[in-house]
């Protein structure tokens, strides 16, 4: 196995493992009540789930962007930096470096935050 084909698995498990500690996050949060009381959502993972499913609110967007971005920035934080060096690493697609280790956690971030959306396709509500 080549080593960026072991960064590209290693990493891709990373962002999903760091995507389901955002649901499980999310899943502790109660309800914001935007969607009202005619579904029965318990927290705001199924808030989520229910937004996914039914195409995003041109009014929430922005909301939900604010959200989970705050959740993914705390998740990107508590990751060791050698895990972030590599998910920057393999985010920017392995560019040629001059061995500089640069750490980019808001596009870290961003990724958990789309793979968490992902995720919340394919749960259903």
Known sequence: MSAETAIMRF??????AAS?????????????????????HRNLWAELCFEVHNGRTPLLNTTWDHTLLSFAKEITANLNWHTKVLLSYYLEDFPENDGAAAVDELSISLAICNIARELAGWERT
């Not at 990493?11 to 999903?16: D, F, G, I, T, V």
């Not at 389901?20 to 029965?40: F, N």
């Open 11 to 16: 990493c891709s498990a990373e962002l999903q």
């Open 20 to 40: 389901r500690r955002l649901a499980h996050r999310l899943k502790r949060v109660p309800i914001t009540g935007v969607y009202g009381d005619d579904y029965s």
